[in-house]
Protein backbone atom coordinates (compact mmCIF):
# COMPACT_ATOMS: atom_id res chain seq x y z
CA UNK A 1 0.00 0.00 0.00
CA UNK A 2 0.93 3.60 -0.24
CA UNK A 3 2.15 5.28 2.40
CA UNK A 4 4.42 8.63 3.99
CA UNK A 5 6.34 8.18 7.15
CA UNK A 6 7.89 10.60 9.12
CA UNK A 7 9.87 10.28 12.50
CA UNK A 8 7.45 9.49 15.24
CA UNK A 9 8.74 10.45 18.08
CA UNK A 10 9.32 13.66 19.24
CA UNK A 11 12.65 15.69 18.43
CA UNK A 12 14.57 17.76 21.09
CA UNK A 13 17.57 19.36 20.62
CA UNK A 14 19.83 22.22 21.55
CA UNK A 15 19.66 25.58 20.29
CA UNK A 16 21.94 26.46 17.57
CA UNK A 17 22.32 22.47 16.60
CA UNK A 18 20.99 21.40 12.97
CA UNK A 19 17.74 19.52 13.02
CA UNK A 20 17.03 16.68 10.69
CA UNK A 21 13.77 15.60 9.83
CA UNK A 22 12.77 12.56 7.70
CA UNK A 23 10.11 11.79 5.03
CA UNK A 24 10.18 8.45 3.92
CA UNK A 25 7.59 7.44 1.18
CA UNK A 26 6.53 4.00 -0.47
CA UNK A 27 5.10 3.35 -3.59
CA UNK A 28 4.54 6.44 -5.29
CA UNK A 29 6.63 8.26 -7.76
CA UNK A 30 5.51 12.06 -6.48
CA UNK A 31 7.00 14.79 -8.72
CA UNK A 32 7.76 16.65 -5.91
CA UNK A 33 7.49 17.09 -1.96
CA UNK A 34 6.41 19.52 0.41
CA UNK A 35 7.19 20.65 3.73
CA UNK A 36 5.03 22.44 6.15
CA UNK A 37 5.22 24.47 9.47
CA UNK A 38 2.31 23.78 12.07
CA UNK A 39 1.90 25.42 15.43
CA UNK A 40 -0.49 24.49 18.30
CA UNK A 41 -4.04 25.49 17.55
CA UNK A 42 -3.21 26.93 13.68
CA UNK A 43 -3.33 25.75 10.17
CA UNK A 44 -0.33 24.28 8.55
CA UNK A 45 1.96 27.19 6.96
CA UNK A 46 3.77 26.00 3.44
CA UNK A 47 7.91 26.37 4.04
CA UNK A 48 9.50 25.03 0.69
CA UNK A 49 8.55 22.13 -2.40
CA UNK A 50 11.51 20.48 -3.73
CA UNK A 51 10.87 18.78 -7.27
CA UNK A 52 11.48 15.65 -8.37
CA UNK A 53 14.68 16.47 -10.75
CA UNK A 54 16.08 18.78 -7.48
CA UNK A 55 18.39 17.21 -5.34
CA UNK A 56 18.47 19.77 -2.85
CA UNK A 57 16.76 23.46 -2.10
CA UNK A 58 17.11 26.08 0.18
CA UNK A 59 15.46 28.99 2.07
CA UNK A 60 17.56 30.89 4.67
CA UNK A 61 18.16 28.27 7.34
CA UNK A 62 16.25 25.47 5.89
CA UNK A 63 17.57 23.08 3.59
CA UNK A 64 15.45 20.33 2.26
CA UNK A 65 16.77 17.03 0.20
CA UNK A 66 14.98 14.85 -2.16
CA UNK A 67 15.98 11.18 -2.66
CA UNK A 68 13.82 9.58 -5.43
CA UNK A 69 15.93 6.59 -5.41
CA UNK A 70 15.90 5.88 -1.49
CA UNK A 71 12.02 7.91 -1.68
CA UNK A 72 13.47 9.92 1.12
CA UNK A 73 13.52 13.47 1.56
CA UNK A 74 15.62 15.28 4.91
CA UNK A 75 14.13 18.72 5.91
CA UNK A 76 17.20 20.65 7.96
CA UNK A 77 17.04 23.45 10.13
CA UNK A 78 20.49 25.12 10.44
CA UNK A 79 21.27 27.06 13.79
CA UNK A 80 18.00 26.37 15.50
CA UNK A 81 16.13 28.55 17.88
CA UNK A 82 13.30 28.04 20.33
CA UNK A 83 10.90 30.17 17.84
CA UNK A 84 11.59 27.01 15.70
CA UNK A 85 9.74 24.78 17.89
CA UNK A 86 6.42 23.25 16.22
CA UNK A 87 5.20 20.13 14.53
CA UNK A 88 6.54 19.90 10.96
CA UNK A 89 4.76 18.05 7.80
CA UNK A 90 5.95 16.23 4.58
CA UNK A 91 3.28 15.96 1.72
CA UNK A 92 3.54 14.54 -1.42
CA UNK A 93 1.35 14.66 -5.07
CA UNK A 94 -0.10 11.36 -5.42
CA UNK A 95 0.74 9.45 -8.83
CA UNK A 96 -1.97 9.57 -11.26
CA UNK A 97 -4.13 12.81 -9.62
CA UNK A 98 -1.58 15.56 -9.06
CA UNK A 99 -4.30 17.53 -6.95
CA UNK A 100 -4.46 15.79 -4.16
CA UNK A 101 -1.83 15.89 -1.42
CA UNK A 102 -1.15 13.08 1.01
CA UNK A 103 0.38 14.16 3.93
CA UNK A 104 2.50 12.66 7.29
CA UNK A 105 1.41 12.45 10.68
CA UNK A 106 4.39 14.90 11.31
CA UNK A 107 7.48 15.08 13.53
CA UNK A 108 7.26 17.51 16.65
CA UNK A 109 10.51 19.58 17.10
CA UNK A 110 11.01 21.40 20.69
CA UNK A 111 14.60 23.28 20.87
CA UNK A 112 15.34 23.77 24.23
CA UNK A 113 17.25 27.17 24.91
CA UNK B 1 -3.18 33.46 7.21
CA UNK B 2 -3.14 34.35 3.35
CA UNK B 3 -5.99 35.95 3.17
CA UNK B 4 -8.36 32.68 4.22
CA UNK B 5 -10.81 32.79 6.86
CA UNK B 6 -13.32 29.76 8.41
CA UNK B 7 -16.53 30.24 10.66
CA UNK B 8 -17.64 29.31 12.73
CA UNK B 9 -14.17 29.22 14.63
CA UNK B 10 -15.51 26.66 17.40
CA UNK B 11 -19.46 24.67 17.10
CA UNK B 12 -20.25 22.13 19.83
CA UNK B 13 -23.71 20.50 18.39
CA UNK B 14 -25.51 17.42 18.77
CA UNK B 15 -25.46 13.82 16.92
CA UNK B 16 -28.25 14.17 14.04
CA UNK B 17 -28.03 17.80 13.59
CA UNK B 18 -26.91 19.43 10.16
CA UNK B 19 -23.55 21.93 10.35
CA UNK B 20 -22.68 23.85 7.91
CA UNK B 21 -18.58 25.20 8.18
CA UNK B 22 -17.63 28.18 5.56
CA UNK B 23 -14.33 29.13 4.01
CA UNK B 24 -13.92 32.19 2.58
CA UNK B 25 -10.87 33.53 0.30
CA UNK B 26 -9.58 36.75 -0.42
CA UNK B 27 -6.85 35.35 -3.03
CA UNK B 28 -8.93 34.49 -6.18
CA UNK B 29 -7.62 31.46 -6.33
CA UNK B 30 -9.48 28.42 -8.07
CA UNK B 31 -8.57 25.36 -5.93
CA UNK B 32 -9.99 25.07 -2.42
CA UNK B 33 -9.95 22.22 0.29
CA UNK B 34 -11.39 20.50 2.44
CA UNK B 35 -9.17 18.75 5.64
CA UNK B 36 -10.00 17.11 8.71
CA UNK B 37 -7.39 16.71 10.99
CA UNK B 38 -7.48 14.03 14.02
CA UNK B 39 -4.01 12.51 16.29
CA UNK B 40 -2.84 9.28 14.94
CA UNK B 41 -4.51 10.46 11.35
CA UNK B 42 -2.85 13.72 10.18
CA UNK B 43 -4.63 15.63 7.42
CA UNK B 44 -6.93 13.89 5.71
CA UNK B 45 -8.89 15.37 2.91
CA UNK B 46 -12.26 15.39 2.51
CA UNK B 47 -13.65 17.39 -0.61
CA UNK B 48 -11.77 19.90 -2.90
CA UNK B 49 -12.93 22.07 -5.59
CA UNK B 50 -11.02 23.19 -9.00
CA UNK B 51 -13.21 26.01 -9.75
CA UNK B 52 -17.25 26.92 -9.18
CA UNK B 53 -19.14 24.39 -8.94
CA UNK B 54 -16.70 22.13 -9.49
CA UNK B 55 -15.62 19.47 -7.04
CA UNK B 56 -14.30 16.32 -6.51
CA UNK B 57 -14.16 13.71 -3.31
CA UNK B 58 -11.30 13.09 -1.11
CA UNK B 59 -10.46 10.20 0.92
CA UNK B 60 -12.99 10.01 3.55
CA UNK B 61 -15.94 12.06 2.12
CA UNK B 62 -18.60 9.83 3.49
CA UNK B 63 -21.08 11.90 5.43
CA UNK B 64 -20.05 15.22 3.84
CA UNK B 65 -21.24 17.04 1.20
CA UNK B 66 -19.81 20.61 -0.32
CA UNK B 67 -20.67 23.56 -2.97
CA UNK B 68 -18.58 26.31 -3.97
CA UNK B 69 -21.24 29.00 -5.67
CA UNK B 70 -18.80 31.66 -5.90
CA UNK B 71 -14.78 31.49 -6.06
CA UNK B 72 -14.34 33.09 -2.86
CA UNK B 73 -16.80 30.56 -0.75
CA UNK B 74 -16.43 26.65 -0.30
CA UNK B 75 -19.16 25.52 2.01
CA UNK B 76 -18.93 22.23 4.05
CA UNK B 77 -21.62 20.12 4.84
CA UNK B 78 -22.71 17.57 7.65
CA UNK B 79 -25.72 16.31 6.85
CA UNK B 80 -26.44 14.40 10.35
CA UNK B 81 -23.19 14.76 12.28
CA UNK B 82 -22.04 12.21 14.47
CA UNK B 83 -19.68 11.85 16.92
CA UNK B 84 -16.79 10.23 14.85
CA UNK B 85 -17.15 13.75 12.84
CA UNK B 86 -15.91 15.61 15.68
CA UNK B 87 -12.47 16.96 14.75
CA UNK B 88 -10.38 20.20 13.76
CA UNK B 89 -11.14 21.13 9.88
CA UNK B 90 -9.12 22.97 7.97
CA UNK B 91 -9.43 24.99 4.50
CA UNK B 92 -7.10 25.35 2.06
CA UNK B 93 -6.27 26.97 -1.11
CA UNK B 94 -4.50 26.79 -4.12
CA UNK B 95 -3.25 29.02 -7.10
CA UNK B 96 -2.43 25.42 -8.69
CA UNK B 97 -3.83 22.70 -9.29
CA UNK B 98 -1.26 20.02 -9.33
CA UNK B 99 -2.49 18.85 -12.82
CA UNK B 100 0.59 18.22 -13.96
CA UNK B 101 4.41 17.44 -13.10
CA UNK B 102 5.14 21.36 -13.20
CA UNK B 103 1.93 22.34 -11.90
CA UNK B 104 3.25 22.62 -8.25
CA UNK B 105 0.04 23.25 -5.56
CA UNK B 106 1.49 24.62 -2.60
CA UNK B 107 -1.64 24.99 -0.22
CA UNK B 108 -2.41 27.99 1.99
CA UNK B 109 -4.27 27.21 5.41
CA UNK B 110 -7.02 28.91 7.01
CA UNK B 111 -7.27 29.03 10.81
CA UNK B 112 -9.55 25.73 11.13
CA UNK B 113 -12.76 25.12 12.90
CA UNK B 114 -13.03 22.86 15.82
CA UNK B 115 -16.34 20.84 16.08
CA UNK B 116 -17.40 19.20 19.01
CA UNK B 117 -20.55 16.04 18.01
CA UNK B 118 -22.03 15.24 21.12
Known amino acids: SQKIEQNSEALNIQEGKTATLTCNYTNYSPAYLQWYRQDPGRGPVFLLL???NEKEKRKERLKVTFDTTLKQSLFHITASQPADSATYLCALNTSGNNRKLIWGLGTSLAVNP | DAGITQSPRHKVTETGTPVTLRCHQTENHRYMYWYRQDPGHGLRLIHY???????DKGEVSDGYSVSRSKTEDFLLTLESATSSQTSVYFCAISERGGTSRTSYNEQFFGPGTRLTVL
Open chain 1, 50 to 52: IRE
Open chain 2, 49 to 55: SYGVKDT
